[in-house]
């Protein structure tokens, strides 16, 4: 570790910090349908959509028509996408021929993109056409990450309101996110990697000459409109096999930066909007604080580990750093804090392979996307989950003196604690689950390419970042069969969906609520003491959850390699 490492981390820091006013006051305005600075443009077009949906905008939804709308909405959407790739060798924008995809693959991938996982089974640039990059992929991309904004809105509402039976109308939530949020920025944020060096262009691949003499095609295509919405709506999915490693998807430090921030920037505005929607800011800086911190120490564990290298090649004199798997460009400081990242955010892009880091090091990005991804998370998927967090802590604490638990003058019961179990447990079901039916089946035990511990690591990886609707891989893992591509599948749809449901559940409940005023026994939620709560009820629960699982893969890889221990073709 350098201090020009933790400058590079602290920047990062300060400039993610400095755009959460300024954005949460943004989004709070588009949300409460206050004038913003684009109204003058896009108000129009917004009243226009509404007219040809035939939808009054002053209209509410109870949370079950809320459910009910953002479920068949995206069952459309599943179809479409399903149908588009399986039909697409017939259909124009196709410039390299591509041939129809495989209905198992078809069905894992409109399943990942639907429920903003962006799990890749597949090479982009040898896969898709470009209508089905543009059309199918980035059309999802949008509208994932607009819902997932719109439903964390939806359970603030639930908190800010009372006596109310409503929770805001999906369809309006939905529109405005992308018109007045998504769209503007991914416009400018587009032009950004175009001047960086990404292409955006519908013309075929290009033939060049290396250096050796030989020639080598390169794949083309509409690249930088894609990246744009797969960051800043932290989707993930690359438009190459390489995602963010490959020079076309990110060439240069500064788009690494960038991309970087703009994976958090819109989480992290979450929690603002959150603070701004309830009447008290802090309690949106409590809860950053509470990411903040839980994502500073995963970090220092990931940088740490990936600068001190492997235990077995230090003993040989080969030390500097674990360098496998990485681009020279970034270099070790900007690859760990890239996957620290990209898993504490759901987003799933990668700009170093994490097959190919150190025991611990892989660890933190496996622990991120197990503790639900709710250290920022994603956009809007992060603040509800780790809502349904602060809920339990509310609980807890209830309970250690004596008292109703009660948070932002809101009772916390039974049933909304239920629910927020509910949520909470459906993600080790999915993730523990299927690991356990892949490591006895001989069709999962096909996929990884390591044996010992670091092949059991790849199999858990893969269903954990399946149900944290992540999309990021351990390399090693061939999942491009029927068993990976079913069991991955319905593993993104229950980690999206069975957390969404009771999430909105709870909004219901607690809009209809009254407000209870505060008292001296009510626990202040915006200090310390409340983030210490919250960050120990997130450990506890998660190392109770996952800590049996965790010891059979990673840490044993690292106590085995401490030791000098080896495993057979193990990484």
Not at 62 to 86: D, N
Request: aromatic letters at 10%.
């Amino acid at each position: 570790m350098t201090l020009n490492g933790w400058i590079q981390v602290a920047l990062f820091c300060a400039v993610v910090l400095a755009l959460v006013r300024p954005l949460g006051g943004y989004m709070t305005r588009v949300f409460q349908g206050e004038r913003t600075l684009l109204s003058p443009v896009l108000a129009p077009v917004e009243r226009g959509l509404y007219r040809l949906a035939g939808l009054d905008a002053r209209g509410e939804q109870g949370w079950r028509a809320y459910a009910l709308s953002m479920l068949g909405f995206h069952a459309l959407g599943f179809a479409a996408l399903y149908g588009l790739l399986r039909l697409q060798d017939g259909l124009p924008l196709n410039p390299a021929g591509q041939g129809t995809v495989a209905p198992d693959l078809a069905f894992n991938t409109a399943a990942s993109f639907v429920t903003n996982t962006n799990w890749q089974n597949y090479g982009g640039e040898s896969t898709l056409s470009y209508l089905s990059q543009m059309l199918g992929l980035t059309h999802q991309n949008f509208l994932s990450a607009a819902t997932g904004i719109a439903l964390a809105v939806a359970l603030v509402r639930g908190f800010s309101r009372a006596s109310a039976r409503t929770i805001g109308s999906f369809w309006v939530d939905l529109t405005r996110c992308t018109l007045y949020v998504l769209l503007p920025l991914c416009v400018l944020y587009t032009l950004f990697l175009v001047s960086q060096g990404v292409p955006q262009t519908l013309g075929p691949s290009i033939a060049a000459t290396t250096l050796e003499g030989e020639t080598q095609t390169l794949a083309l295509g509409p690249v930088a409109s894609q990246v744009a919405i797969k960051m800043l709506g932290t989707n993930g999915g690359g438009f190459f096999n390489a995602n963010a490693a490959h020079p076309f998807e990110n060439p240069t430090a500064l788009s690494n930066f960038v991309q970087m921030v703009s994976i958090f920037a819109l989480g992290a505005a979450m929690t603002n909007v959150f603070g701004r929607m309830v009447g008290d800011e802090r309690q949106g800086w409590a809860i950053l604080g509470a990411m903040g911190l839980l994502f500073l120490a995963g970090v220092t564990v990931v940088y740490w580990a990936e600068s001190a290298g492997s235990p077995v090649l230090s003993r040989l004199g080969l030390t500097g750093g674990n360098l496998e798997g990485k681009e020279l460009r970034f270099g070790i400081v900007a690859s760990a804090l890239f996957a620290v990242v990209t898993t504490a955010a759901s987003c799933g892009a990668v700009n170093a392979m994490h097959d190919s880091f150190t025991a611990l090091g892989g660890l933190i990005p496996m622990i991120n996307m197990q503790l639900g991804e709710i250290i920022v998370g994603g956009v809007g998927a992060g603040l509800y989950g780790m809502l349904v967090f602060v809920i339990v802590s509310i609980f807890v604490a209830g309970l250690m003196v004596g008292r109703t638990p009660e948070y932002l003058g809101k009772k916390i019961e039974a049933r909304e604690v239920k629910m927020a179990m509910l949520a909470i447990l459906c993600l080790p079901l999915m993730m523990l689950g299927f690991t356990a039916l892949a490591t006895v089946l001989a069709a999962g035990l096909a996929g990884p390419a390591n044996a010992g511990p670091h092949g059991f690591s790849e199999i858990l990886y893969a269903f954990t970042s399946a149900a944290a609707n992540n999309g990021s891989a351990f390399g090693g893992l061939s999942g491009n069969t029927p068993f990976y591509n079913t069991t991955l599948a319905i593993g993104m749809l229950v980690g999206r969906f069975f957390v969404i449901l009771p999430a909105l559940a709870i909004a219901g409940a607690l809009a209809a609520k009254k407000t209870v005023p505060a008292s001296a026994g009510t626990l202040p939620t915006h200090g310390g003491l409340f983030i210490g709560l919250l960050v120990g009820v997130i450990l506890i629960v998660g190392g109770l959850t996952f800590f049996p699982s965790l010891a059979l893969g990673p840490i044993v890889e690292h106590l085995a390699g401490a030791a000098g221990q080896t495993f057979a073709t193990g990484g």
